[in-house]
Structures are given as C-alpha cells and as structure tokens.
C-alpha cells in the first residue's frame, strides 16, 4: 500500500503565503516524480507543479514566481512555498506521485486526499 497525506491547508488572507506538505509512505521501490494539483470549485483539477527525482520542475503559467517546490528524495517529501496569495488560488490542493512499488511493478500514480486552501480577506 501506498499513502500520500499532504498538510499545511488554511484559510490566509490575500497576499499573504503558506506551505504545503506532502509525505509519501508505505511499499515505495521508486517514486519518479511528485507534485501538486489543484482543484477550484466548479473547475477541473489542473496541474501546479511536479519535480522529478532529479530535481527538474514544470510550473503552471498561473503560479510561476510565487510558487516553489521542494523535495527530499530520501524522505520522499515534497514542500509547497505559495507566496502572494490571489483569491484565485482557492482550491483544494492534492499531492500526487508516479511511482514503482516495486522492480518488476508499473509506474502508478497516487493521489493525496487533498489540503484545502482558501484565500479571503
């Protein structure tokens, strides 16, 4: 089994910045990537970011500048800097993960149960 619990949600006023968490846990031989979704009500779960192993990133447009991730490879946790919160940045906020259980496993993705963020004055 694997488990992605992610922590840090809050309700922040605008410009104002948190962090996220996200921990990975359980049968784990490698993870490829990981990072953060998003979801606003009434929208689809749009993509944030995601580091690779490597330590590569891929940013949205809308995020770049304010967002940062960070990642421990060997604590197979990934971190979310958001800085200048927008109202536009409310949504629930999930961790996800490509990765192999095993040698002889596929790569899967897994999903956290989501963080909620609310940006509001």
């Known amino acids: 089994q694997v488990q992605l619990v992610e922590s840090g949600g809050g309700l922040v006023q605008p410009g104002g910045s948190l962090r996220l968490s996200c921990a990975a846990s359980?049968?784990?031989?490698?993870?490829?990537?990981m990072g953060w979704h998003r979801q606003a009500p009434g929208k689809q779960r749009e993509l944030v970011v995601v580091v690779t192993s490597g330590g590569s990133t891929n940013y949205a447009d809308s995020v770049k500048g304010r967002f940062t991730i960070s990642r421990d490879n060997g604590k197979n946790t990934v971190n979310l800097t958001i800085n200048s919160l927008k109202p536009e940045d409310t949504a629930v906020y999930y961790c996800?993960?490509?990765?192999?259980?095993?040698?002889?496993?596929?790569?899967?993705?897994?999903w956290g149960q989501g963080t909620q963020v609310t940006v509001s004055s």
């Open positions: 359980g049968s784990i031989f490698r993870i490829n990537y």
């Open positions: 996800s993960a490509n990765l192999r259980r095993g040698r002889y496993y596929a790569d899967t993705n897994y």
